[in-house]
């Protein structure tokens, strides 16, 4: 029998020691790192892989934002790069990421939680609302990225991602992420690494918006 007690409790403790309400969410509950840190230990694909890691989360929001980099004519701005790197942040929260078919079962009720979450990170740090140019941007690269994940990182075919996950973006061959930081290309990192990598490019892009820029010379 479940007690009233334990129907109370819907908050988890953080790597830092705080606990975060994840029905009722507050955005200055977590610190950085614990959302690095959560990420990390949040895997893609269900946890499947064909390396002896999973591909956790915060890996892959890098591998999104380094396929905007890619792709844009100019250097992004911060508020760009936020978006990209946060664009799965409330699953670090949920503790894993959904995959679409359980998704679709789960229906709204987790639908508001994940959307309650994220709307706290928007909060919290302070991303704009998508434009429909910056979304149709954003999901190029968000899907470039799971086609190449399921190939490289999970084990699916080139086929399987067409006719099974339906999938239409191109499956990249290169490791946009081995470029940026070396290792063994398509790999996934350890824990710790993804969490630190995650996190300094987290603060490095809160840091340059909040740096206001020099004025042009009168």
């Not at 799965?88 to 959904?98: K, W």
């Not at 919290?124 to 799971?146: C, G, I, N, S």
């Not at 918006?209 to 042009?216: G, H, K, N």
């Amino acid at each position: 029998m479940t007690s009233s007690t334990s129907l109370s409790r819907a908050w988890m403790r953080l790597p830092s020691g705080a606990h975060l309400d994840l029905i009722n969410p507050s955005p200055d509950t977590w610190t950085d790192m614990d959302l690095a840190v959560r990420l990390s230990r949040t895997a893609r694909w269900g946890g499947e892989s064909a390396w002896p890691l999973p591909l956790s989360v915060a890996q892959h929001s890098l591998l999104v934002l380094e396929l905007r980099r890619m792709a844009a004519s100019g250097p992004l701005s911060p508020e760009e790069e936020l978006l990209e790197v946060l664009h799965d942040a409330e699953e670090g929260f949920l503790g894993f990421d959904c995959i679409s078919p359980l998704k679709a079962v789960l229906g709204e009720p987790f639908r508001a939680v994940a959307n309650r979450l994220m709307q706290v990170v928007a909060q919290r740090y302070e991303l704009p609302p998508w434009t429909p140019e910056r979304y149709r941007l954003h999901k190029q690269a968000d899907l470039a990225a799971a086609a190449s994940e399921a190939v490289h990182c999970v084990g699916w075919t080139h086929g399987e991602v067409r006719d099974i996950l339906r999938i239409e973006a191109p499956i990249i061959d290169a490791d946009p992420l081995a470029a940026r930081y070396g290792g063994v290309p398509w790999a996934p990192w350890r824990l710790d690494v993804a969490a630190q990598r995650f996190h300094d490019v987290l603060q490095d892009a809160c840091a340059r918006r909040s740096t206001p820029q020099a004025s042009d010379p009168q």
